[in-house]
């Protein structure tokens, strides 16, 4: 019978937001029954389960309300240049320019419903870990096993766990037999976790390090048990992630800065040339109105009315890119911060490492043999100092790889082609030591056939070793048993793998190189403990494999019986192993200024290990530890973690603060990660990068990019990609700006003059949008300067228009503006009855110049002549497509009127084409001498 709960009890407790939770792992069972006001025979009533359901609320995660369509939309308009880009709309409609502004309006709804598009995909987080949760669960209330939603849990039930299930809540362990529960999607440790139920000593243990804990949202992957509900909803571990990444808000991406930025530079600065030089035209005697509609010329020709669509585009080309080196965006401006990132965060498990178990070394009398080949298949070979030797001229390596064989649940299925087509299906450890027996030769099906299982003890977290009983009747006569002993003709082998500081302990021989059996000295027991602590401090995760043969192997329900007198074989040492690409990969961000830091919740030693065999942790720089992290205030982490490499054994917050210090330090910051315990740090980066094979839904839909092979060469691959997007950008931003600024010279000089304006409203619209429209989009498919990652990250805060590009502008500025007024002053002179014959001049010239002036602006440093002219097939197309359309305006009688142009003679054509090739001349000549001056500190 359940004791009568008093009126508030600590299971009614429910914590303050950000507080800390209570430390359960650290009660006994006995506190945490009282604690809880429960019972471990008869669980909570169904009377006090639905009294504290009701006053917790459900078991369920709390998603935050998401903005709504018209929102969505009405914060794609919330950008200056769109504002500035509205108004020229309305100001032109009112003047009677329909055409104008509808042009204007399109691009502007255009730009606006592919940001909602693509609003409307994103955000999905909460949603996915919502199906983590377990959809029902079996619990004992009122003495009696029950089947509930998960959601009816309360703190106080009862829950059975057994192989299979999802945690469905946060529990305290008070019955773990033989239970194994996988807790990589939370902690990101690649094996699973032995849980037992004695309590721990620290409170501020890690999650990880929490044995008597299981954690709403892992695996059951073993075993059973069962557990007491600590904490539901929002207050489980899950619940606090989900916490994190609902407060965590969204920062504008480096390319939106700068781009609204350059917008509100623009459109301030074309309202003040407007006004200049509509006040100018007024003290010239100029008529008001025809001043206004220059005025309004102006700032449709500052205004790069195309440049929103463009950008938009060009990332959309560029996420198609991106899908060709595995890198699926979610968020098309994450393209580009992807390009200026300064620092990877990146977790080990899955991303640096193979996330698989693999045996690399096997101890045995003395010898270390190392074991090569791939973690996933049984190919490799097996050498000893460096020279590949037989399995069979070392026994007791034999021994070793048949003991861990037959002690063994894990099954390679093979295909029909030999070893083509075959999985591993098992736990991790043990999928790692059959692929390792089957790289000697040893298959499980003949072997279990010749060794048929009989009995077994198995494995309990508190024994911390596993033993199996196998029978062998009238053995063959070329049987090459380890085992097989001529006195007997029925005999039982006893199988046992463990610790090694345990099982040494039951052993009292060993099996020495040359297959005799001797003595276990003290001086051999040291040996092994030695050689077991050198490998463990290779951060490889060892086991001790003994055996024992008799005629009448003892009954197994006495362990202790069994598991004596056992003849010691070797250390088997496993890793989860680095990928071995990975260390290519590091070296190429290196190059490229972008610092790697390893993010795990795996121990130190394993991932100093790691660290170092890939190149990862440099020479001064150091480890850090979660507990370390918790002691530090934020003016500390800032500093250090600058200097640090590795941080093991971290807990979601740690994650988010080691963003944010890195953030604080005025890094552009990616963070990769696959599991449920890396979402909010991903969202808390500036991109999050998750991982598309083995990562969780709720990375994936947290996280702006999805790796689709989770290869870190991708990553470093996305990096260029990213950098070649946003060096397109400003490639198109310096073009149109160069063009655009050209344009508002050539009407303001020509003003100043006293001349009419050479060129109209809609001339300057048609430039903008489709002249100069195709060679930008052109641009935005450039394939990247051949230094693109030689070159450091960008600092943060340059801006677009940085000082060699405010130079250039200038002297296309001059150039254009140069060719346009004389081609025009020539007209003027030549034909002075026909005014708009000069206008047409000066068009045709201004047209073509920015046409010619696209191709040297596809690199800002490189010459035209090293690119090649015909290397961008998408912009000679644009160019051909820009010079059509562009005769079609001059030469086709309905477009005259329209566009106020003439059709050009031969002769007068002959005044324009000399002009035409004095911007990309200044281009070319502008960016050898560029270089030249770059080049000279270097030569000094």
């Given at each position: ?5 008093p ?22 069972v ?11 025979e ?11 359901l ?227 035209g ?33 990332l ?36 640096l ?64 082609n ?22 000697a ?27 199996t ?35 040494l ?12 059996q ?57 890793i ?123 990375a ?24 070649i ?114 206008e ?47 005769l079609?305006v001059?030469y ?49």
């Amino acid at each position: 019978m359940n004791p009568t709960p008093p009126a508030v009890t600590a299971a009614d407790e429910e914590p303050a937001r950000g507080s800390a939770p209570r430390p359960w792992h650290t009660l006994a069972v006995d506190d945490v029954i009282d604690a809880l006001t429960t019972s471990l025979e008869s669980g909570l009533s169904a009377q006090e389960a639905d009294r504290r359901l009701a006053r917790l609320g459900p078991n369920e995660l709390q998603e935050a309300p998401r903005p709504g369509f018209w929102q969505n939309l009405i914060a794609q308009f919330n950008n200056f240049i769109v504002i500035v880009l509205i108004v020229a709309s309305v100001v032109s409609a009112i003047l009677g320019d329909y055409f104008e502004a509808g042009a204007i309006m399109a691009i502007v709804v255009l730009n606006a419903a592919l940001g909602v598009i693509q609003e409307r995909r994103a955000e999905q987080a909460l949603a996915a870990l919502r199906k983590l949760a377990a959809p029902d669960a079996f619990v004992i209330r009122g003495g009696h096993r029950r089947k509930v939603p998960s959601r009816e849990l309360v703190p106080g039930d009862l829950v059975i766990l057994e192989s299979g299930n999802y945690t469905p809540a946060d529990l305290r362990l008070v019955e773990a037999v033989n239970l194994r529960v996988d807790e990589s999607a939370l902690t990101g440790e690649s094996r699973t976790v032995n849980k037992e139920t004695s309590p721990l000593e620290s409170a501020d243990a890690s999650l990880g390090d929490r044995m008597n804990m299981a954690y709403s949202g892992t695996l059951v992957a073993g075993g059973r048990g069962r557990g007491l509900v600590v904490a539901t909803g929002m207050q489980t571990e899950l619940g606090r992630i989900a916490g994190m990444i609902s407060e965590i808000e969204d920062e504008e991406t480096p390319l939106q800065l700068r781009l609204d930025q350059l917008g509100r530079v623009l459109g301030w600065g074309a309202l003040a040339i407007c006004g200049a030089v509509f006040a100018l035209g007024w003290v010239r005697g100029f008529d008001p109105l025809e001043m206004f509609l220059v005025a309004v010329s102006l700032a449709v020709a500052a205004v790069p009315e195309g440049l929103p669509a463009v950008v938009t585009i060009t990332l959309a080309l560029g996420m198609r890119e991106m899908i060709t080196r595995n890198a699926l965006i979610r968020r098309l401006s994450s393209v580009e911060t992807l390009g200026s990132t300064t620092v990877i965060c990146s977790d080990k498990t899955g991303t640096l490492t193979q996330n698989r178990m693999s045996v690399t070394r096997v101890w045995v009398d003395g010898r270390m043999v190392e074991i090569t080949g791939p973690g996933d298949a049984p190919t490799g070979e097996f050498k000893l100092d460096g020279e590949t030797i037989a399995v069979d001229s070392i026994p007791s390596l034999t021994t070793a790889l048949w003991v861990a064989a037959l002690n063994n649940d894990a099954v390679i299925e093979r295909g029909s082609n030999g070893d083509a087509g075959f999985r591993v299906v098992g736990e991790p450890t043990e999928a790692a030591l059959m692929l390792a027996a089957a790289k000697a030769g040893v298959w499980k099906d003949p072997l279990y056939e010749a060794y048929p299982r009989i009995e077994e003890i198995p494995f309990d977290s508190g024994r911390k070793r596993m033993t199996t009983i196998h029978s062998l009747k009238a053995p063959r006569a070329d049987d090459a048993s380890p085992f097989y002993d001529q006195a007997m003709s029925e005999w039982e082998v006893a199988a046992t793998k463990g610790a090694p500081e345990v099982i040494l302990e039951m052993c009292s021989r060993y099996q020495s190189a040359d297959d005799t059996q001797r003595p276990l000295t003290d001086d051999l027991r040291s040996n092994i403990l030695e050689a077991n602590e050198k490998m463990a401090q290779q951060a490889l995760r060892v086991l001790a494999v003994a055996y024992r043969v008799e005629a009448d192997v003892p009954d197994p329900s006495q362990p202790e019986a069994v598991e004596r007198d056992l003849i010691f074989v070797g250390l088997i040492g496993m890793i989860d192993p680095p990928r071995p690409e990975v260390r290519d990969a590091l070296k190429s961000a290196e190059r490229a200024g972008i610092r790697t830091v390893m993010i795990t919740g795996d121990y130190p030693d394993t991932a100093r290990a790691v660290a170092e065999q890939i190149g990862l942790l440099k020479p001064g720089h150091e480890i850090a530890t979660g507990r370390e992290l918790a002691e530090m205030d934020d003016a500390a982490l800032r500093q250090h973690v600058m200097q640090t490499d590795v941080f093991a054994r971290v807990s979601p917050e740690h994650k988010v603060r080691i963003v944010d210090a890195l953030k604080a330090n005025r890094q552009v910051v990616a963070m990769t990660g696959d599991g449920v315990n890396d979402a909010p740090a991903l969202k808390m980066s500036d991109i999050g990068v998750a991982m598309g094979i083995t990562g969780t839904d709720v990375a994936k839909e947290t996280a702006d990019m999805v790796l689709t092979d989770d290869n870190y060469v991708s990553i470093v691959s996305a990096v260029e990609q990213g950098r070649i997007i946003y060096a397109n950008i400003r490639k198109f931003v310096y073009y149109l700006l160069s063009c655009n600024v050209a344009e508002i010279m050539t009407i303001f000089l020509a003003i100043l003059l006293g001349l009419p304006s050479p060129l109209t409203a809609i001339q300057l619209l048609w430039l903008n949008l489709i002249t100069d429209g195709a060679p930008a989009l052109a641009l935005g498919m450039e394939k990247g300067d051949p230094d693109t990652m030689e070159k450091p990250p960008r600092p943060p805060d340059e801006p677009i228009i940085n000082r060699m590009m405010r130079v250039g502008i200038t002297i296309q500025t001059v150039a254009i503006t140069g060719a346009t007024l004389t081609a025009y002053l020539i007209g003027l002179r030549a034909f002075p009855e026909h005014a708009q014959i000069a206008e047409t001049m000066a068009f045709a010239t201004l047209s073509f110049s920015e046409l010619l002036r696209a191709f040297t602006a596809r690199s800002e440093t490189f010459s035209l002549f090293r690119l090649g002219f015909f290397s961008n097939r998408a912009m000679v197309l644009a160019g051909l497509s820009s010079l059509v359309l562009l005769l079609v305006v001059v030469y086709v009688p309905i477009l005259e009127p329209i566009f106020d142009t003439y059709p050009l003679t031969i002769a007068q054509w002959e005044i324009i084409l000399p002009l035409l090739v004095v911007p990309s001349v200044a281009a070319e000549l502008t960016k050898w001498v560029m270089s030249q001056r770059s080049a000279q500190p270097a030569a000094a």
